[in-house]
């Protein structure tokens, strides 16, 4: 089992519905991060939780400690949010970062 | 250019050739990281670096080498490319105070 579980694996939806991706992870950590990636392009780092709710825009990250889960939200999803969208935790004490396999979303006009 | 920058961005190499993947980054940051992305796998580690003359292996580093003589260079070496290590290589570094990564934009390896 993998210590990061991104679901759904992919997510396609219609301009304008609000966007639910979620992550489970296995293990205690100091932060965990929601990234971004554009079709053949850079990575791009999005959000860095340790605790609560952060708000960028039309995207949410919320985190809860104690259940190990942590969702990213699009409100009002646009086409050019299209893109994989990537979790990754870091582990209590370690440098290094653990990612999930990656969402990836469509939003059709 | 300020920033984390990456060379070269497509390479196409034959089986057992030496390749190198060069990682530049301006800002200073002590940590650097490489990584490959390939597919149903996500981002694993190959090797990280905490300082100059610092390395460490990540989850996948067999078959490649690295090495840090200055803070703001991380190498990576293939020494005998192999068709397994076609993939997707990209670069991170961060500072030791934050746990933000930031990420270069990566170099398309193909091992014909």
């Known amino acids: 089992k993998n210590e990061v579980e991104q679901s759904p694996q992919n997510l396609t939806a219609q301009e304008g519905e609000f966007i639910t991706i979620n992550c489970s992870y296995s293990?205690?950590?100091?932060?965990l991060h929601w990234l971004q990636q554009h079709p053949g392009g850079g990575i791009v780092s999005l959000f860095m939780?340790?605790?609560g709710k952060k708000k960028h825009g039309r995207l949410i990250a919320t985190i809860n400690i104690q259940e190990k889960h942590s969702s990213l939200h699009i409100t009002a999803s646009h086409p050019r949010d299209s893109a994989v969208y990537i979790c990754?935790?870091?582990?209590?004490?370690?440098?290094?970062?653990?990612f999930g396999t990656g969402t990836r979303l469509t939003i059709i006009p | 250019d300020a920033g984390i920058t990456q060379s070269p961005r497509y390479k196409i190499t034959e089986t057992g050739r030496q390749v190198t993947l060069m990682c530049h980054q301006t800002?200073?940051?002590?940590?650097m990281f490489w990584y490959r992305q390939d597919l149903g796998h996500g981002l694993r580690l190959i090797y990280y670096?905490?300082?100059?003359?610092?390395?460490d292996k990540g989850e996948v580093p067999d078959g490649y080498v690295v090495s840090r003589s200055k803070t703001e260079n991380f190498p990576l070496t293939l020494e005998s490319a192999t068709r397994s290590q076609t993939s997707v290589y990209f670069c991170?570094?961060?500072?030791?105070?934050?746990?933000?990564?930031?990420f270069g934009p990566g170099t398309r390896l193909t091992v014909t």
């Open positions: 800002w200073s940051h002590s940590y």
């Open positions: 293990v205690g950590i100091s932060a």
């Open positions: 991170a570094s961060k500072t030791g105070s934050s746990y933000e990564q930031y």
């Open positions: 939780l340790s605790s």
């Open positions: 670096s905490a300082a100059a003359d610092i390395t």
């Open positions: 990754a935790v870091q582990p209590f004490g370690n440098e290094k970062l653990t």
